[in-house]
């Protein structure tokens, strides 16, 4: 079968853009599709091909006239998931064609899908439940089968919720046997670039989910609520398929979330000799408990870290399920500046601040040093802790806005005052970044 695996193209809408003019907001990202590129390494028997849209978004009707696909399956963030309808909407105008989507938003808001452009939703990561349902598809003898019987996979349908069993993520299941297909982006790869620090960046994984549950974060739909770590052996063989890539971020969620795998990891890149920098994302009570871990990953190359401290109120960081207090996200930066390692700090900005709580994070952030603070607003996503909270106080249901830099519970401050307090802190934050 021909099956086309679609990167939806950046997405998303700016309300401080859009009703504001404050047009320093929209923040443009690029990076391989691990995700498809996993999958793809499970489809070889068929004929496959990766579209990215990020990198070329306009090659979509092009890729579907040349490829013809039997199956076209889409991956989406929250903010891509209207973007993902509407190629979905083009594909079913193109013919027969079977549709799949799955992904971070799938997973955590299934039912958003069912929709009558998607066949078939897969809830959780796919690396199984994707060839059992192409497989399936390719025996039907050109019937979509009603309901599948593959677990973590649903069947849309215009009468009914959808229904599905829950797949059981085990990490023995989820050791990838083969590398990614990096091959299949290729012809993007110029396009992974880090413009900021002039080198290519390329994505390995070495576990997926987190052992963790802040209330805001959407990473525990990926894998069923578990944490699956890759084999050293796998890490090592992705990393050395980026032959050409300096510089790697470990796309995981929470990289060290097991030290002795951490550990064992380290050894296993020095001992293979790999010699690339990378970019990993970290706990803070984790460089606190274990900063000799930290150093045994900056002589193996680890530069900088992602790292959420998302509060500078010990009471909001509680409210948030986030297991870490302030003092802890103090003493961690302390170690990381001793270090070198740079830091890519996050802060959750509340739509409740008020003037006196922006104050207090601007005087946080300049009297710190964070390489590069990322601000984004306190945004419940579906499918997370924080939406059954909140879903009551949401103002602004449209996606297109769930960018994590828009307001869609209701601010304290006049929206125009949130947003032009935001902005300022923005723009001072990248004046002051460097990674
Ligand atoms: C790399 C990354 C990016 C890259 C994406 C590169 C790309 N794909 O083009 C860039 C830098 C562009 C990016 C941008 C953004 N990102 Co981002 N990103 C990530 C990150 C760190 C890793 C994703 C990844 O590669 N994982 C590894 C792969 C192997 O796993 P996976 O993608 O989940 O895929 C598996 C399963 O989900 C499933 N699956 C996935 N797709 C499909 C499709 C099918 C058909 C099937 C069957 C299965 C399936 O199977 C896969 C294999 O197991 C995640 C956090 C994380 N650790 O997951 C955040 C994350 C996905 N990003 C997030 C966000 C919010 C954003 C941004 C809005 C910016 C921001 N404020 O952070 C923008 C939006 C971009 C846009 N559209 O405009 C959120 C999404 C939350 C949500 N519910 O939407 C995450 C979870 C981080 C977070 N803050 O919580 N991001
Ligand atoms: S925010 Fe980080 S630590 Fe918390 S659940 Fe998400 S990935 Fe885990």
Redesign the pocket.
């Known amino acids: 079968m021909n099956i086309l695996?679609v990167?939806?193209?950046?997405?998303?809408r700016s309300i401080p853009e859009e009703r504001y003019g404050l047009d320093s907001l929209k923040?443009i990202?690029?990076?391989?599709?691990?995700?498809?590129e996993?999958?793809a390494s499970y489809l070889d028997r068929h004929e496959i091909k990766i579209v990215?849209l990020?990198a070329e978004p306009h090659s979509f009707s092009d890729t579907l006239a040349e490829f013809k696909p039997d199956i076209v399956?889409?991956?989406?963030?929250?903010?891509?998931a209207n973007?993902v309808v509407d190629l979905a909407h083009q594909v079913k105008q193109h013919g027969n064609i079977i549709t799949?989507?799955?992904?971070?938003?799938?997973?955590?808001d299934p039912e958003f899908f069912n929709q009558s452009m998607f066949d078939y939703v897969?809830i959780?990561?796919?690396?199984h439940?994707?060839p059992e349902?192409v497989t399936m598809l390719s025996l039907s003898t050109g019937q979509q089968l009603a309901a599948p019987t593959i677990a973590g996979v649903a069947k849309t349908s215009a009468q009914q919720p959808l229904t599905w069993t829950a797949r059981k993520f085990k990490a023995k299941d989820?050791s990838q046997a083969k590398a990614?297909r990096y091959d299949l982006t290729s012809q993007y790869r110029d396009s992974y670039f880090l413009p900021n620090l002039q080198v290519h960046m390329g994505?390995v994984?070495t576990a997926?989910g987190c052992p963790y549950r802040c209330s805001f974060?959407?990473?525990a739909g990926?894998a069923g609520g578990q944490y699956l770590c890759q084999s050293n052996e796998n890490v090592v063989r992705d990393l050395q398929c980026l032959e050409n890539v300096p510089f790697v971020?470990l796309?995981?969620?929470n990289t060290f979330g097991s030290i002795s795998h951490a550990r064992q990891l380290c050894r296993s890149i020095e001992e293979a000799g790999i010699t690339k920098q990378f970019l990993i994302?970290v706990r803070a009570d984790t460089v606190v408990r274990h900063p000799e871990l930290l150093e045994e990953w900056k002589k193996i190359g680890l530069r900088s870290v992602v790292i959420g401290f998302e509060e500078i109120s010990d009471k909001r960081l509680t409210a948030m399920n986030k297991e870490g207090s302030t003092a802890l996200n103090s003493e961690a930066l302390r170690i990381l500046n001793q270090l070198g390692i740079t830091v890519v700090g996050d802060f959750i900005v509340d739509p409740d601040y008020d003037e006196a709580d922006f104050d207090q994070l601007e005087n946080y952030i300049t009297s710190h040093q964070i390489d590069l603070p990322m601000l984004?607003i306190l945004t419940p996503?579906?499918?997370t802790e924080l939406y059954a909270e909140m879903k009551h106080q949401i103002c602004e249901h449209n996606l297109d806005y769930?960018?994590?830099?828009n307001a869609v519970t209701p601010t304290r401050l006049t929206e125009k005052r949130f947003y032009s307090r935001y902005s300022d802190l923005m723009r001072s934050c990248h004046i002051k970044a460097k990674i």
């Open positions: 695996l990167n939806p193209p950046n997405s998303g923040q990202f690029r990076g391989e599709p691990l995700g498809l996993v999958l990215d990020k399956a889409f991956t989406a963030m929250t903010c891509e973007a799949i989507v799955g992904g971070i938003h799938a997973s955590n897969v959780g990561l796919g690396q439940s994707l349902l989820y990614p994505y994984v997926y974060c959407s990473i990926q971020r796309v995981d969620a994302d984004t996503l579906p499918g769930y960018t994590l830099t």
